[in-house]
């Protein structure tokens, strides 16, 4: 049975600070919950600033934020899991995290926070000199914005607290809002940077064939079958045996259900849901028959109805899959990218089977033709295949891919195909390269000033003190 755990990770440009901070996401490695909730009550107890860039101060909660992002950039791009991670104690994570910080990376991270900062600082000041800034009417409907954005959160019952450590970076809301109009200044200046680079299709399409699976979209549609038996861990108690056979049973039934479904849907047949009881026991006819509640469903209506995924009543187990937005599964993660176009584009096939051609049927072995049969037997999508971990079983098969070739735009001027996508970040990045490099060609003049070590190291200290 499947078990295993693959480290994946998209790496992640370096750049001189994030742009998505006006619509903060949580950093995402669970190591990092006490850092950014450090960070909120360090920022509580300060009010001054650690340096300057040309005359312009970088406060405290400036960079404690970007201590936060280079610390968090750096475990995400560096830190590698060991196979047997999601198994460890929580103990023995933390252990592998402490670990990983060593005094060498601190102060790495501390470095590339005080140089970010400098930037943002530096950037914010060239806008300014080229005639970039908010109106007042802007900013206030950039304040009156973020206000709603946090009250809507309070609303859901969370505390400033989290709000300001998950959604504001680490800041309370008047620090938000003006990080964000400096963020938005240095935004307007770019967008027309932006506007004077056009990539040729040939750089765009370089990017995607370097890492395709990071854009391309696998349609994935599975039935999940859940074991319903937790598997017992601790072999030297009493009751280790008993339990794991008890799992085991339940494990080899809710395989032979997943195999039922496959050879009846593969060989064109379909399946019928039947009736229960309040108890969930099958209600019997007079002759001891199973009573049909619904019959000869479709593989997608059959998921609708019996699947243990409680989404799939609604989306029909279907879901899109890359490296960017993968599975909760990872098994099922892998299957997905496994999936390629044959030759010709008009069949899905496994990457292993590129070269394989399948064998056609035998005398007497031709399959049972259905009403959704005939309908899909020239389609692109794969046969149903199962997918196995440890909680449960999947039945699922490859529907669609959707990649450089054939994406387009949601509706017309969306600007959201994959094309899209790439020429947007391609854009993004040059535009960042050349802010930095404008900010470099300045030397000294945008060189960091008042430095005060003290504060940084104490505030450093704290942060570093979490891990």
Same mark, same amino acid.
């Given at each position: 049975m499947?078990?295993k755990?693959i480290?994946k990770?998209?790496k992640k440009?370096?750049? &001189?600070?994030d742009?998505? !901070?006006?619509t903060?996401?949580s950093v995402?490695l669970?190591?990092?919950?006490?850092v950014v909730? *450090?960070?909120v009550?360090?920022?509580?107890?300060?009010?001054?600033?650690?340096a $300057?860039?040309d005359g !312009?101060?970088i406060?405290e909660?400036?960079?404690?934020?970007f201590?936060?992002?280079a610390?968090y950039?750096?475990?995400? %791009?560096?830190f590698?899991?060991?196979?047997e991670?999601?198994?460890?104690?929580?103990?023995?994570?933390e252990?592998?995290?402490?670990d990983?910080?060593?005094?060498?990376?601190?102060?790495a991270?501390?470095?590339?926070?005080?140089?970010?900062?400098?930037q943002f600082?530096a950037?914010?000041r060239?806008?300014? *000199?080229?005639g970039?800034k !908010?109106?007042?009417e802007e900013?206030?409907?950039?304040?009156?914005?973020?206000?709603?954005y946090?009250?809507?959160y309070?609303s859901y019952g969370?505390?400033e607290e989290l709000v300001e =450590?998950y959604?504001?970076g680490?800041m309370n809301?008047s620090e938000y809002k003006?990080f964000?109009?400096i963020?938005?200044?240095?935004?307007?200046?770019k967008?027309?940077?932006?506007?004077?680079?056009?990539?040729t299709?040939?750089e765009l399409?370089?990017?995607y064939?370097e890492?395709p699976?990071d854009y391309r979209?696998?349609?994935?549609?599975s039935?999940?079958i859940?074991v319903?038996v937790?598997k017992?861990t601790?072999?030297?108690?009493?009751?280790?045996?008993t339990?794991?056979?008890k799992?085991?049973?339940?494990?080899?039934e809710? $395989?032979?259900y *997943?195999q039922?479904?496959?050879?009846?849907?593969? =060989?064109?047949?379909t399946m019928?849901t039947?009736?229960?009881d309040?108890?969930?026991?099958?209600?019997l006819?007079?002759?001891g028959n199973?009573?049909?509640d619904?019959e000869?469903?479709?593989?997608i209506?059959?998921i609708?109805a019996?699947?243990?995924?409680s989404s799939s &009543?609604?989306?029909?187990?279907?879901?899109e899959i890359?490296n960017?937005?993968?599975?909760t599964i990872e098994e099922i993660t892998?299957?997905a990218?496994?999936?390629?176009w044959?030759?010709?584009?008009?069949?899905i096939?496994?990457k292993?089977?590129e070269?394989?051609a399948?064998p056609?049927?035998k005398?007497?072995?031709e399959?049972e033709?259905?009403k959704e049969e005939?309908?899909?037997?020239?389609?692109?999508?794969?046969?149903l295949e199962?997918? %196995?971990?440890?909680?449960?079983i999947f039945?699922v098969?490859a529907e669609?891919?959707t990649?450089?070739?054939n994406?387009?735009e &949601?509706q017309?001027?969306a600007?959201?195909?994959?094309?899209?996508?790439i020429e947007?970040k391609?854009?993004?990045d040059k535009?960042?390269?050349?802010? %930095?490099?404008l900010?470099n060609?300045?030397?000294?003049?945008?060189k960091?000033t008042s430095k005060?070590?003290d504060?940084?190291?104490? !505030?450093?200290?704290s942060?570093? &003190?979490t891990?």
């Amino acid at each position: 049975m499947a078990d295993k755990k693959i480290n994946k990770k998209n790496k992640k440009n370096k750049k &001189s600070y994030d742009n998505k !901070l006006i619509t903060w996401i949580s950093v995402g490695l669970g190591a990092f919950v006490a850092v950014v909730l *450090a960070i909120v009550l360090i920022i509580t107890l300060t009010t001054g600033y650690i340096a $300057k860039v040309d005359g !312009l101060k970088i406060y405290e909660y400036e960079y404690l934020y970007f201590l936060q992002q280079a610390m968090y950039d750096m475990q995400e %791009e560096d830190f590698e899991k060991p196979e047997e991670f999601d198994e460890m104690t929580t103990e023995e994570q933390e252990k592998l995290y402490k670990d990983f910080w060593t005094n060498e990376r601190k102060v790495a991270a501390a470095d590339d926070a005080l140089d970010a900062a400098r930037q943002f600082k530096a950037q914010y000041r060239l806008a300014r *000199a080229k005639g970039y800034k !908010l109106s007042s009417e802007e900013k206030n409907n950039l304040k009156t914005n973020i206000t709603q954005y946090y009250n809507q959160y309070i609303s859901y019952g969370y505390s400033e607290e989290l709000v300001e =450590s998950y959604f504001l970076g680490g800041m309370n809301l008047s620090e938000y809002k003006d990080f964000a109009i400096i963020q938005s200044t240095i935004e307007k200046y770019k967008t027309d940077i932006k506007k004077e680079m056009n990539p040729t299709d040939a750089e765009l399409r370089a990017i995607y064939d370097e890492n395709p699976d990071d854009y391309r979209k696998i349609g994935i549609r599975s039935f999940q079958i859940d074991v319903g038996v937790e598997k017992p861990t601790d072999d030297k108690a009493q009751d280790y045996q008993t339990k794991l056979d008890k799992y085991n049973k339940a494990y080899e039934e809710a $395989k032979k259900y *997943a195999q039922e479904i496959v050879d009846t849907y593969n =060989s064109g047949k379909t399946m019928s849901t039947y009736k229960k009881d309040d108890k969930g026991e099958f209600i019997l006819d007079k002759d001891g028959n199973k009573t049909v509640d619904q019959e000869n469903l479709s593989f997608i209506d059959y998921i609708k109805a019996e699947s243990d995924d409680s989404s799939s &009543s609604t989306s029909g187990g279907l879901s899109e899959i890359n490296n960017a937005q993968p599975s909760t599964i990872e098994e099922i993660t892998d299957y997905a990218l496994s999936m390629i176009w044959n030759a010709d584009r008009t069949k899905i096939i496994k990457k292993a089977a590129e070269d394989s051609a399948k064998p056609e049927a035998k005398a007497g072995e031709e399959k049972e033709e259905t009403k959704e049969e005939s309908k899909e037997e020239n389609t692109v999508m794969t046969e149903l295949e199962i997918v %196995e971990t440890q909680t449960a079983i999947f039945v699922v098969r490859a529907e669609s891919i959707t990649d450089y070739e054939n994406s387009k735009e &949601s509706q017309e001027g969306a600007a959201d195909s994959i094309k899209d996508q790439i020429e947007a970040k391609w854009k993004e990045d040059k535009a960042v390269e050349k802010l %930095e490099a404008l900010v470099n060609e300045k030397g000294d003049e945008y060189k960091v000033t008042s430095k005060k070590e003290d504060v940084i190291k104490e !505030l450093n200290d704290s942060v570093f &003190s979490t891990m």
